[in-house]
């Protein structure tokens, strides 16, 4: 084990000498019980000398409090350089500074920041393997321990080990991708987990604290960190669950939001900012990105107008702000938000990048190819995280951008990205993300000879969930509907064809299918998932469309409170299928999917049959009578956009613009409005 030795009167003047012991290395060390014994001379003799050195747990704690306070208003020079003072001897300090490199390695995602990340956390480690409570691991099994025993510098040491072990856990998936560094990671997540348990245990059943704040910030980071396991496990789809609950994990969704939001609580806590920035990072990307983009934004908003109160110019809190903005549909505030974020600090441009993606998605949503072009070779420049999506991305809107006005220089270079995609793939955790996998296929597929590609950056809105996006503002749809359709009439020479495959044209089906429950027609987007189904058997290369489809059957289904229905199809789309593309996007919405009918079931079964009297009441009360006005029609359906049409006028012209089966079209009682 690494130690490091602090020497010399002058605290300013740290010197660090290495003491090598005869004990295991970190990769081994880092596994052992939180109260391991082993402690020799040399140990406590540096324990004694670095107690003199140091400042109190107070002291530290106040100090980095005041790293995190600098850091959310921008000023992250400052901020490393109040948690460099001290992180030699300091656990929190070097909590704070590994934090902040941290936060930089998994914005960059660059080799040599995460290096460094690991370098800061390791150290915490060794820290913390000093300062850690000291005892007989034979005799802690046959003796419960006595917390009271514990110092309260011992105590904050096993939850600053436990956030430790998580970032290191989280770096070794990013870092290396062969399987023992796989196994590894797994085990220290698995030993976080365990910590995080044994915190919450100290919390419950220690009596004597020196003073309630020492206490507020202890709680407020044992309850962030059980809230975060709690959230994130119940997100995984059930047979990942049930695999995880066998070797020791399990997670509640309802308990993680309550253990979250009791950290956010405790203001004066240490860590209750950072539960604020889990809390909007899953509501604001995790739900939307896994689950069904039916996120309620109300928590968030509140969460997010506390934190602007006190951070009013903070860079993080500005991007979120975007984000709600953008998933409420309102992009002009969120491309304002972006744009500020951006201009607001340039110590870390690693922020930058995130906005430039919401930028690209804003623009995409307009249909303004060009400007999204942009933004997407920013990040094919600057950004580590996925080239080949990026790359992709680029070469998608030039696409586009050519499609939808012939240049042919446009469309070489287009040729030229795609061409690049497939030699750009990266591995997280020993696997290819999904998006950057379909970007790969297409981009195959694409330079091998079939030379045509059908509306590329449709295909990636689905992915990343843009259509629920779009469904906020019903004006953003119509655009992209007539792209849709106009792409759906140059295939109509395909289709009478038998012998020929429908790839092309039922993946435009899928996405129109999309749209139109997006414009609140359900049961014409249940007519297109169910064509996709039909013609399932000419599906030569996209076979990923059949089980999506009846994924997007289900959830239509739920809107339309058919709940057997919506199971069967989602279990279908589940249990039918298997070793297509996008199949892990099925699984964690299915899964969202399933646990929305449960909620829905318990609800209905809460309500108490009507009486009688109630449904004779009930059903002369539901005679449908004539409105005293005409109901407003929704402006982004009209062809003309000026919303004066009759009702049989906006269905004639509604059936001549969406079409079902081959070409053929539907009769006026289909359209529910």
């Known amino acids: 084990m690494t130690i490091r030795q602090v020497d010399g009167t002058e605290r300013g003047e740290i010197k660090e000498k290495i003491i090598d012991q005869p004990c295991e290395s970190f990769d081994d060390e880092i596994f052992l019980d939180a109260t391991d014994d082993g402690v020799t001379i040399k140990e406590t003799q540096l324990i004694e000398e670095i107690q003199e050195e140091q400042p109190s747990l107070e002291q530290s704690m106040e100090e980095v409090t005041r790293v995190l306070e600098l850091a959310l ?5 400052e901020a490393g350089q109040i948690a460099d003072k001290w992180a030699e001897v300091s656990l929190y300090h070097a909590l704070g500074a590994a934090t902040l490199t941290f936060f930089k390695g998994v914005l960059t995602l660059e080799h040599a920041q995460i290096k460094n990340t690991m370098d800061s956390l390791k150290h915490v480690i060794d820290l913390y393997q000093i300062k850690k409570y000291q005892s007989n691991s034979v005799a802690r099994v046959v003796w419960k321990p006595n917390y009271n025993n514990y110092t309260e510098d011992q105590i904050h040491a096993e939850l600053v080990y436990a956030e430790a072990q998580l970032m290191i856990a989280l770096m070794t998936f990013l870092q290396d991708q062969n399987l023992i560094s796989l196994v590894k990671g797994a085990l220290r997540i698995r030993s976080c987990f365990q910590t995080y348990k044994e915190c919450n245990n100290i919390l419950n059943q220690r009596v004597s604290w020196s003073s309630e704040k020492v206490k507020r910030h202890f709680e407020s980071g044992v309850r962030m960190g059980l809230g975060t396991f709690n959230l994130m496990i119940s997100h995984l789809p059930s047979k990942v669950l049930r695999l995880l609950e066998f070797v020791g994990f399990s997670g509640n969704r309802s308990i993680g939001f309550t253990e979250l939001e009791a950290s956010t609580a405790i203001t004066d806590g240490l860590r209750s900012p950072l539960a604020k920035l889990i809390m909007m990072a899953y509501f604001c990307y995790i739900e939307h990105l896994f689950g069904l983009g039916n996120e309620d934004l109300t928590l968030v908003t509140n969460i997010l107008s506390s934190a602007m109160e006190k951070y009013p110019n903070s860079a993080f809190f500005i991007l979120f702000a975007g984000r709600i903005n953008q998933l409420e ?16 600090q340039n110590q870390w441009k690693q922020l930058h990048n995130i906005c430039y993606w919401e930028l690209l998605w804003c623009y995409t949503i307009r249909c303004n190819w060009k400007k999204a072009a942009e933004y997407a070779d920013i990040l094919r420049k600057e950004c580590a995280w996925s080239p080949a999506t990026y790359t992709y991305q680029t070469a998608s809107y030039y696409y586009m951008s050519h499609e939808a006005e012939p240049d042919e220089k446009l469309r070489a270079q287009a040729f030229e990205l795609f061409k690049q995609v497939p030699g750009l793939r990266i591995r997280y955790a020993g696997k290819t993300i999904p998006a950057e996998k379909f970007a790969i296929t297409t981009s195959e597929r694409f330079v091998s000879g079939e030379k045509r590609i059908i509306a590329p950056v449709l295909e990636f809105s689905y992915i990343w969930n843009i259509f ?21 009439d140059s295939l109509k020479s395909e289709i009478d064809d038998s012998e020929k495959p429908l790839d092309d044209y039922l993946d435009l089906i899928l996405m129109k299918g999309m749209c139109l429950r997006s414009m609140g027609f359900p049961y014409q987007a249940e007519q297109c998932f169910l064509e996709i189904i039909d013609n399932e058997k000419r599906l030569a290369r996209d076979t990923y469309l059949a089980p999506h ?12 409170n058919d709940l057997p229905a919506a199971r069967r199809w989602l279990e279908k789309s589940r249990k039918d299928y298997t070793g297509y593309l996008l199949e892990t996007m099925v699984h964690f919405r299915v899964h969202c999917a399933m646990r929305n009918i449960k909620i829905m079931e318990k609800q209905s079964a809460s309500i108490p049959p009507l009486t009688l009297e109630e449904e004779e009441t009930s059903s002369l009360d539901s005679t449908p009578s004539l409105p005293s006005e005409p109901l407003p029609l929704a402006e982004p359906i009209m062809p003309t956009g000026k919303g004066q049409s009759s009702f049989f006028e906006l269905a004639s012209k509604l059936q001549a613009r969406f079409s079902f089966g081959f070409g053929a079209s539907y009769d006026d009682s289909q359209v529910k409005l």
Do not use: H, W
Not at 471 to 488: G, S
């Open 549 to 560: 489809a009846a994924m997007e059957l289900g959830l239509t289904y739920v809107r339309l």
């Open 468 to 488: 629920a996006i779009m469904e906020k503002d019903k004006t953003l749809i119509d655009p992209m509907l007539k792209l849709i359709e106009k792409q759906l």
């Open 73 to 77: 208003s921008n000023q992250f020079e």
């Open 329 to 344: 549909g309102k992009l002009s505030e969120a491309i304002l938000n972006f744009e500020k974020c951006i201009a607001i």
